[in-house]
């Protein structure tokens, strides 16, 4: 199948070279001249394992191509995806401009049948709209049919969650692109959900939004677990062994962060106050998630008395594992707010640190190390922000005795509370 990716991000470059691995012939379009001038000289925009090479094998096999103008993308290809961003509007609604824009720009371009499949998180009904977009603006009339086909991977195992899915939704108006949709994701072997393009939309939101339900919900049972003297990750198995719940994203912390939950949830609070349902339980979820930041950064305040001019490690940047990505990064805010407080900050991450020195500058309050374990070198606290699994293997010795005072606050609970006493640590985690 001949395939065109509008939009070069997350979703759009892995699904690029996704598809290109599977056998199709891809072009990925973006309007960021750069971006494509680094794409097309062997450079990767984002830190995503395996991505890389996935991308110079197709790039080589000739299955993958890149090119800054949608015309180009839209003539050589059968189906065309739109993956370009739908960011949030300052009163929580989404910005759908970028998907009207290329939708406009598509239409112009296009002389024969086309299938036209959204990939972007949208609010529902969006399909319908881009469908008289494209009607509109098309001067050839040609026949052509929209698809709603949302994304469920996770940064940081993307390639593995496009490669290995739980389920493809296809949410199309009529038969006539199943066929195709069918094609390009026969290699693949996962359910395929066909829904009409509403239903597809919501699933997208209503996905996102149990998740980061899941997490609040849990983040609330670490408050009771605290207050009752029990321990939240025994809870989590213990009810996560049930089926019907499961254990996956029941991991209590410092809250979820990232460029997905917290503008998903927002949006689909917006969605349903405009089809006049108060979905209270989401604002619940948003609300909890706050909280679960601010309960933490008490508990750093309790112990240390007064924050201001204490020298304070922290292990993680990243809004979470295996990404570089520090967009609406839960350690970022708690880094933020110690400095809001006075304290001095040495900070390591294992890929994040180059775009986390965009929003915390480097100077005399924020010191980047970069070796995971001297960064709690004369530190009052270290406090563990990000589930970076290699941070289990930071060598507690050394750090203990590097510092004034051995006080670990984890904030993902990576280490086991008795084994941080008996090596002489004073150790807070969250829920245990
Ligand atoms: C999320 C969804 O998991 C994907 O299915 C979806 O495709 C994606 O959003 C999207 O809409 O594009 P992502 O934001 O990449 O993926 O990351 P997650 O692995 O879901 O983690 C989100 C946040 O939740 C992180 O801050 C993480 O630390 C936190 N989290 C996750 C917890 O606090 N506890 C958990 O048990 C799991």
Redesign the pocket.
């Known amino acids: 199948m001949r395939i065109a990716i509008i939009g070069t991000g997350?979703?759009g470059l892995v699904t690029g070279a996704c598809f290109a691995d599977i056998g199709h012939r891809v072009i990925c379009v973006d309007n960021n001249a750069e971006k494509v001038k680094l794409l097309r000289a062997g450079g990767i925009p984002i830190y995503e394992p395996g991505l890389e090479d996935l991308v110079a094998r197709n790039v080589a096999a000739r299955r993958l191509s890149f090119s800054d103008t949608v015309a180009e993308g839209v003539n050589q290809s059968e189906v065309v995806f739109i993956a370009v961003p739908t960011p949030p509007l300052p009163d929580g609604s989404v910005d759908l401009s970028f998907i009207e824009g290329v939708a406009r720009e598509i239409a112009a371009c296009m002389t024969s049948y086309k299938i036209v499949v959204d990939k972007s998180?949208v609010p529902v009904k969006t399909g319908e709209k881009v469908v008289e977009t494209i009607r509109r603006y098309n001067q050839a009339k040609v026949e052509f049919d929209v698809v709603s086909n949302p994304?469920?991977?996770?940064?940081?195992?993307a390639v593995e969650?496009l490669m290995r899915p739980d389920r493809i939704v296809i949410g199309v108006q009529s038969p006539r692109p199943v066929p195709a949709m069918r094609e390009i994701y026969a290699p693949l072997e996962a359910p395929l959900v066909v829904t009409d393009i509403n239903s597809a939309e919501l699933i997208?939101h209503a996905?996102?939004s149990f998740?980061?339900l899941?997490?609040s919900y849990?983040n609330a049972i670490s408050v009771i677990c605290e207050a009752a003297g029990a321990n939240v990750q025994e809870v989590a198995n213990g009810i996560g062994l049930d089926q019907r719940i499961g254990r996956?994203?029941?991991?209590?912390?410092i809250?979820?962060?990232?460029?997905?939950?917290p503008k998903?949830l927002s949006a689909f609070i917006k969605i349903a106050e405009q089809l006049g349902y108060d979905f209270g339980l989401l604002k619940e979820v948003q609300r909890i998630n706050q909280e679960q930041m601010q309960r933490f950064v008490r508990k750093l305040a309790d112990t240390l008395w007064v924050i201001k001019d204490k020298r304070i490690g922290v292990l993680g940047l990243a809004?979470?594992q295996n990404?570089d990505d520090v967009r609406l990064?839960?350690a970022i805010a708690l880094c933020e707010h110690l400095l809001r407080e006075g304290a001095r900050l040495r900070v390591h991450d294992p890929q994040a640190m180059e775009k986390a020195k965009t929003i915390l500058p480097p100077g005399k309050t924020v010191a980047y190390v970069a070796e995971r374990d001297a960064v709690a070198e004369g530190c009052d606290a270290l406090v563990v922000a990000?589930?970076w699994p290699e941070f289990k293997q930071l060598d507690l010795e050394r750090a203990r005795r590097s510092m004034t005072h051995p006080i670990m606050f984890d904030g993902r609970n990576l280490f086991d509370p008795q084994e941080m006493e008996r090596l002489g640590w004073v150790y807070k985690s969250v829920g245990r």
């Open positions: 997350y979703v998180t994304e469920f991977l996770r940064e940081g195992f969650d997208k996905a996102n998740l980061a899941k997490i849990i996956r994203f029941l991991d209590a912390g809250g979820f962060g990232g460029s997905c939950f998903d809004f979470k990404t990064s839960p990000t589930e």
